[in-house]
């Protein structure tokens, strides 16, 4: 399978395509997640529809450096750039962006996953019942685990879970996807396979960079 980034060049950066603007909170800003569309791209620069909030416009002041996503049918392509300026074009109000660092391709749906066992707490959503788990496999997309809590198909749980000192889940809500089986020797514990949701991008890449990690340690690789 192949990795679940790869390095690509702007030219996969295409006019038509969506795209999702993370700003950080500033002085003066209060900073959020908008939805615009590429308009156009040349020499490294990003052109997008200016975004609105209530019906208003949002120009973003030149300088700030903002987190963006771009998508097409079958992949995320996720960058950063920095605010050149906000003017009109055509009639159209437009941000460009100077694009900065590496632009990375991410395989919508095909996660890499890799056994890491960890211990983690689910509570049900609907009657707060908490449990112990542990994991079996993790992906940016979901986990496989153990436990002895008795879950459904489609039961939505809430989990707490540590992948390493500084990256961790607090209440985050994942589906039961299916039930796996039980596990031999252990007539109380059994195996379910999770799937996240509403998890921010930028948790993600974290994961996604946490679990690159994992593999080039379990290949005898070195990291950057």
């Known amino acids: 399978m192949a990795y679940f980034l790869e390095e690509v060049d702007i030219s996969r950066i295409k006019p038509g395509l969506p795209l999702r603007i993370e700003v950080s909170s500033t002085i003066g800003f209060s900073g959020g ?7 156009d791209v040349k020499n490294g620069i990003v052109e997008a529809s200016m975004p609105s909030l209530s019906g208003r416009l949002v120009p973003f002041p030149a300088g700030m450096i903002v987190r963006l996503s771009a998508v097409d049918k079958m992949s995320l392509y996720v960058f950063y750039g920095v605010v050149i300026e906000n003017e009109e074009e055509d009639g159209i109000p437009v941000t ?9 391709r991410v395989q919508r749906r095909r996660f890499l996953r890799i056994k890491f066992v960890s211990n983690g707490m689910l509570e049900m959503s609907e009657t707060g019942e908490k449990s112990p788990f542990t994991s079996l496999d993790i992906s940016a997309g979901g986990m496989k685990i153990v436990t002895e809590a008795r879950l459904n198909s489609d039961m939505i749980v809430r989990i707490n879970f540590e992948f390493e000192e500084g990256l961790e889940f607090k209440n985050q809500e994942a589906k039961v996807v299916r039930e796996i089986k039980e596990i031999e020797n252990e007539k109380d514990l059994l195996s379910y396979g999770l799937s996240f949701f509403g998890v921010p991008l930028s948790m993600q890449d974290k994961i996604m960079r946490f679990i690159f990690k994992l593999e080039l340690k379990s290949r005898g690789g070195n990291r950057d």
């Open 96 to 104: 460009f962006f100077k694009i900065r660092g590496k632009i990375r």
């Open 33 to 39: 997640i908008f939805k615009s569309n590429v308009e």
